[in-house]
């Protein structure tokens, strides 16, 4: 059994973050959660908020830079991605008003400085919305998003010591492009799940991609996967975060049927157990978060740490705690 406990201000120290959605948040080591950029109101976000795990608190660091037009940082953003190697977090892309982005930043977290990279090899396109995970310590890789005119179903892996992208040139058949999906690697697969499709379909199928590993010498490929077990609805803007033997998705939005011009929200959580290779809905004792998409969730030992999102309505500036039972969270 699990817990959602809320938390509140007196339980960090520093100024937590403002509300936000299509913002980032990724564990640097065992030490920090590091939160950049979003949404909130119209208004695109470019700060970077660190949680410091050991002292529960909040701050935000000064970080010294240099970009290509002289800014310290990237420009404000949301719907890009973001992906920690290291003490290093790589932003990729994302949104700015109508625009789609394709510059490409590195953030040292051990001295908070920003660098503006110069990549090379097969450049992706501008775009938001795509996904992304870290193959071992050295290589991101992404797939899919939104140019602003079509979607994308193109796989790109960048050497994050060379700085040289490459287009995977992938074999058979392939996924429906889409974006607003998650990726996820886990061992030597990467797993792609759900998001919106070419024409708006928001979709509820799970994809293995092979041969990201060089080591393997696989041919990349990819497999559709239909698991037993209480499978997640279709949908868009959830989170997908690696726990111990499990994956744990949470939250997105679907739509309410071709008749229906509204979207629906959830606040469930379902489980990918990869051990017995089936989804599991997870047992919560308790009352969920309100129902959101374009959060964030990182995983914290057994602990997952839930921040922000929308609801179609309003922005979320809350902070969630998901806990087993029997830690001291769950007595609060």
């Not at 959602?4 to 509300?19: E, I, L, M, N």
């Not at 607003?180 to 061992?187: D, L, Q």
């Not at 979207?263 to 004792?285: E, M």
């Not at 978060?289 to 057994?302: D, E, N, Q």
Request: neutral net charge; aromatic residues 12%.
């Amino acid at each position: 059994m699990h817990y959602w406990v809320r938390a509140s201000s007196s339980d960090f120290g520093g100024t937590v973050p403002q509300p936000r959605s299509g913002h980032s948040a990724v564990n640097i080591g065992k030490s920090k959660v590091v939160v950049f950029g979003g949404l909130v109101d119209k208004r695109f976000l470019s700060d970077v908020v660190v949680y410091d795990i050991d002292n529960k608190l909040w701050f935000q660091p000064e970080c010294t830079g240099n970009g290509s037009n002289g800014q310290v940082g990237p420009g404000p953003r949301a719907f890009h991605i973001a992906v920690a190697i290291d003490c290093h977090m790589f932003i990729f892309g994302g949104r700015f008003g109508s625009r789609r982005l394709g510059d490409f930043w590195v953030l040292d977290t051990d001295i908070w400085q920003w660098s503006e990279l110069t990549s090379f090899g097969d450049l992706p396109s501008p775009r938001d919305f795509a996904a992304a995970s870290a193959i071992g310590n050295r290589k991101i890789v992404m797939y899919g998003g939104w140019d602003g005119k079509k979607w994308l179903s193109d796989v790109y892996v960048l050497d994050t010591i060379s700085l040289e992208w490459m287009q995977l040139p992938v074999t058979g058949s392939v996924p429906p492009p889409r974006c607003g999906h998650t990726a996820t690697m886990v061992e030597k697969r990467l797993l792609i799940y759900g998001g919106r499709g070419g024409g708006g379909p928001i979709m509820g199928d799970l994809w293995a991609l092979k041969g990201l590993i060089e080591e393997e010498n696989e041919t990349p490929g990819w497999t559709q996967l239909k698991l037993p077990g209480q499978a997640p609805s279709s949908r868009c803007g959830h989170t997908i975060t690696s726990g111990g033997h499990y994956l744990l998705l949470f939250g997105g939005h679907g739509t309410g049927g071709w008749l229906s011009r509204y979207d629906i929200y959830y606040n469930d959580t379902i489980i990918l157990d990869r051990l017995s290779a089936q989804w599991k809905r997870l047992p919560i004792g308790n009352e969920p978060p309100p129902a959101r998409a374009y959060h964030s969730m990182t995983c914290l030992g057994s602990l997952y740490l839930l921040f922000g999102g929308f609801d179609g309505k309003s922005t979320f500036g809350d902070i969630w705690w998901l806990v087993p039972e029997g830690t001291k969270f769950a007595s609060k």
